[in-house]
């Protein structure tokens, strides 16, 4: 069994709180936001923004693996319209690349 200490399991905690809250205050705010054409291109545009805010940090460091698999979600994005194929494809190249030591 794996011991943790307290300071890290705290901090899992909080951030599991904070997470838990954004998402629940981010849905009940978003019941008092009217949904026009604006707002839904935003909406819209979240999971792209996502996946790049979470790959983009590894690419400006040098990270061949999340550079290629940006690059991919880019290419997946533009063929197919579908941020779930976007992030499939990121996953799956990402993942491929450092499976073969790059």
Avoid at 80 to 90: K, M, Q, Y
Wanted: charged letters at 15%.
């Amino acid at each position: 069994m794996m011991d943790v200490d307290a300071g890290t399991l705290a901090a899992i905690c909080v951030m599991a709180g904070a997470t838990a809250f954004n998402r629940t205050a981010g849905f009940l705010l978003m019941r008092l936001i009217p949904v026009t054409p604006r707002v839904r291109r935003v909406l819209d545009c979240l999971p792209g923004a996502v996946l790049v805010a979470l790959l983009a940090p590894g690419v400006v460091h040098g990270d061949a693996a999340m550079l290629l698999g940006l690059l991919a979600a880019l290419v997946a994005t533009r063929l197919t319209r579908s941020d779930f194929a976007a992030v499939v494809a990121a996953m799956a190249v990402a993942a491929m690349v450092r499976l073969l030591g790059f």
